[in-house]
């Protein structure tokens, strides 16, 4: 089974700032890799599919990048209504999928 | 635009049978060569991968589930089903069901808003 680390778990910053989240396969996923947005009270929305390619709709500012173990999702420039949990997922060994446990993005 | 609903006991008893159903609107089941899903988060936990179906039946399960799960679709009724027997307390979440991306497949996308299934007596 593929585990998915993300880190940090929690994440401080102010609005405008850069956010850098991290996930790490424990073994290599490829490109096979997506971000998704959680706010309280909502379902996941995807962000980024195969690592880099951005979901319709989402904003320029959110952009992914990495391949085979080490994966990040950068936001650029933090706007308010991206304070939220991201959560990675993986699909190597498609249809099976596995998630990473979450990173929180706080206010701080 | 494709939407999803979950549908369901809110409340099920240990031992017994949770039952839910995904009814799928804006779009067809059948519509899709990819797979559809169920995942569940526990209450200020991360997010758990169940099962996915196939509108042809076919199936993929979470190896630590497999044995208690069941899942089915009816492509007349557009919908699909889970059944989790033998629950515990462990099993209360929230239970999301989600849709292959008509643009980005095989990733889910768009969610059901979830419906929450608490195991207590």
């Known amino acids: 089974e593929i585990v998915l680390t993300q880190s940090p778990a929690t994440l401080s910053l102010s609005p405008g700032e850069r956010a850098t989240l991290s996930c790490r396969a424990s073994?290599?996923?490829?490109?096979?890799l997506a971000w998704y947005q959680q706010k309280p009270g909502q379902a996941p929305r995807l962000l980024i599919y195969d690592a880099s390619n951005r979901a319709t709709g989402i904003p320029a500012r959110f952009s992914g990048s990495g391949s085979g173990t080490d994966f990040t999702l950068t936001i650029s420039s933090l706007e308010p209504e991206d304070f939220a949990v991201y959560y990675c997922?993986?699909?190597?060994?498609?249809?099976?999928?596995?998630f990473g446990q979450g990173t929180k993005v706080e206010i701080k | 635009q494709l939407q999803l609903q979950e549908s369901g006991p809110g409340l099920v008893k240990p031992s017994e049978t949770l039952s839910l159903t995904c009814t799928v609107s804006?779009?067809?089941?059948?519509?899709?060569?990819?797979?559809w899903g169920w995942i569940r988060q526990p209450p200020g936990k991360g997010l758990e991968w169940i099962v996915s179906?196939?509108?042809?039946?076919?199936?993929y399960y979470n190896p630590s589930l497999k044995s208690r799960v069941t899942i089915s679709v009816d492509t007349s009724k557009n919908q699909f089903s889970l059944k989790l027997s033998s629950v515990t307390a462990a099993d209360t979440a929230v239970y999301y069901c989600?849709?292959?991306?008509?643009?980005?497949?095989?990733?889910?996308?768009?969610w059901g808003q979830g419906t929450l299934v608490t195991v207590s007596s």
């Open positions: 179906i196939h509108y042809s039946g076919s199936t």
């Open positions: 804006g779009g067809s089941i059948s519509s899709s060569s990819y797979y």
């Open positions: 989600a849709s292959p991306s008509s643009t980005a497949a095989p990733w889910f996308d768009p």
């Open positions: 997922q993986q699909r190597s060994n498609w249809p099976q999928w596995t």
């Open positions: 073994q290599s996923v490829s490109s096979y």
